[in-house]
């Protein structure tokens, strides 16, 4: 176990035993977060809207800034549903990240099923 005393103002735990968030362990970096909390709590979803929009590439890296280090997927779970099941999640998927798709992308999607042409021998 690390040596608490060692460990710097900004990592010392709380009563409950857990590291601070960075820095909250000085009165100006208290500040300074309280100010950052302000301040999103009034502007932070334009903010985060108008970065979607202008700059999906720092969008993306303040997502991925969030997800937990360690993110790993479940796979499978498609191996019991029928075709159509399959069909509906991609058509619900499909309307989830559509808006988050430049403009021009926008016009694809997911088309109805087309049968395949028959071929004579």
């Excluded at 890296?61 to 993110?71: Q, R, Y």
């Excluded at 499978?76 to 990240?97: H, K, Y």
């Amino acid at each position: 176990m690390k040596d608490q005393s060692a460990m710097p103002e900004a990592e010392a735990p709380d009563a409950a035993g857990m590291p601070a968030a960075r820095g909250e362990g000085s009165p100006l970096g208290s500040s300074f977060l309280g100010a950052v909390r302000a301040d999103f709590a009034q502007h932070g979803s334009e903010v985060i809207a108008r970065i979607r929009d202008e700059k999906p590439e720092a969008y993306l890296k303040l997502v991925a800034s969030v997800l937990p280090k360690d993110l790993s997927a479940a796979t499978g779970g498609v191996d019991d549903l029928s075709d159509e099941q399959i069909i509906d999640r991609i058509r619900a998927l499909d309307a989830a990240i559509r808006p988050l798709l430049p403009a021009r992308k926008r016009a694809g999607g997911l088309r109805k099923r087309v049968p395949p042409a028959k071929v004579q021998l």
